[in-house]
T-cell receptor, first 114, second 113 residues
Framework: GNSVTQMEGPVTLSEEAFLTINCTYTATGYPSLFWYVQYPGEGLQLLLKATKADDKGSNKGFEATYRKETTSFHLEKGSVQVSDSAVYFCALSDRGGTASKLTFGTGTRLQVTL | SQTIHQWPATLVQPVGSPLSLECTVEGTSNPNLYWYRQAAGRGLQLLFYSVGIGQISSEVPQNLSASRPQDRQFILSSKKLLLSDSGFYLC????????????FGDGTRLSIL
């Protein structure tokens, strides 16, 4: 079956540091890949997505590239801010069936300090 | 634009009491609808999804049930809550075709005493 593996958290960075959160996946076929962000006490917000190999998703300074050869979708940001503190989830979408069922990683908590 | 509403935002219930959580979507028709549970410090577990009125698929056997009485309404229920039902419940919607991103509500935090 499908699975998503994320790096363990929490990740603690100083403001303006470079961020990488690793995500690798196992899937049959060619899934779409997503990053979601969850701020404390809130639901998940779609951060970015990529639907095919070599696509780069980007939003709010975050980027991730769909790497089919390494089955990875690592999240990066060049300079983090305190407001980026949240839990980040990597997810993939199964292309089969009529429902867009997502498989989520366990989430990585990011804490950015001044 | 599309919006999704969940209520209540928080709920404290005694063990053995019934449950009804409601989710509605606006601004789209024929959405796929989903219920997830997020246990403290854990990832998301898909509980139910629905591709149409009255069509419910259950992902894990449990003490909960779901219903979709109208196109844009999704309800999560239980006849008798267990302590293990505590958690953060999230409703989401997506477009009909596969590989669509899901869009989440703000969640309901359920505490069982």
């Amino acid at each position: 079956g499908n699975s998503v593996t994320q790096m363990e958290g929490p990740v603690t960075l100083s403001e303006e540091a470079f961020l990488t959160i690793n995500c690798t996946y196992t899937a049959t076929g060619y899934p779409s890949l997503f990053w979601y962000v969850q701020y404390p006490g809130e639901g998940l917000q779609l951060l970015l997505k990529a639907t095919k190999a070599d696509d780069k998703g980007s939003n709010k300074g975050f980027e991730a590239t769909y790497r089919k050869e390494t089955t990875s979708f690592h999240l990066e940001k060049g300079s983090v801010q305190v407001s980026d503190s949240a839990v980040y989830f990597c997810a993939l979408s199964d292309r089969g069936g009529t429902a867009s069922k997502l498989t989520f990683g366990t989430g990585t908590r990011l804490q950015v300090t001044l | 634009s599309q919006t999704i509403h969940q209520w209540p935002a928080t709920l404290v219930q005694p063990v053995g009491s019934p449950l009804s959580l409601e989710c509605t979507v606006e601004g789209t028709s024929n959405p796929n609808l989903y219920w997830y549970r997020q246990a403290a410090g854990r990832g998301l577990q898909l509980l139910f999804y629905s591709v149409g009125i009255g069509q419910i698929s259950s992902e894990v056997p449990q003490n909960l049930s779901a219903s979709r009485p109208q196109d844009r309404q999704f309800i999560l229920s239980s006849k008798k809550l267990l302590l293990s039902d505590s958690g953060f419940y999230l409703c989401a919607w997506s477009g009909q075709s596969s590989n669509q991103p899901q869009h989440f509500g703000d969640g309901t935090r359920l505490s069982i005493l």
